[in-house]
């Protein structure tokens, strides 16, 4: 049994993507006539995940 952190993202991008998707459907408690924080959030998180790409791991 071994972790393989590479393929698979975070916990806090993958709630993100629930976040976002959620809201696709459904509005939260903190939705309001301007949006929501937490796609705000969700989006922050989501955006630093892909800008994120390993440039050092050259082969
Ligand atoms: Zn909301």
Known sequence: ?????????P???IMAGYVIDF???NVCTKCGD????????????LEAWRDRKPR???R
Do not use: L, N, Q
Not at 34 to 45: F, L, Q, S, Y
């Open 56 to 58: 050092r791991e050259g």
């Open 1 to 9: 049994m071994h972790v393989e952190r590479r393929s698979e993202p």
């Open 34 to 45: 301007d949006g929501c924080p937490r796609i705000v959030e969700a989006r922050k998180t």
């Open 23 to 25: 809201h696709h459907r």
């Open 11 to 13: 916990f806090s991008v």
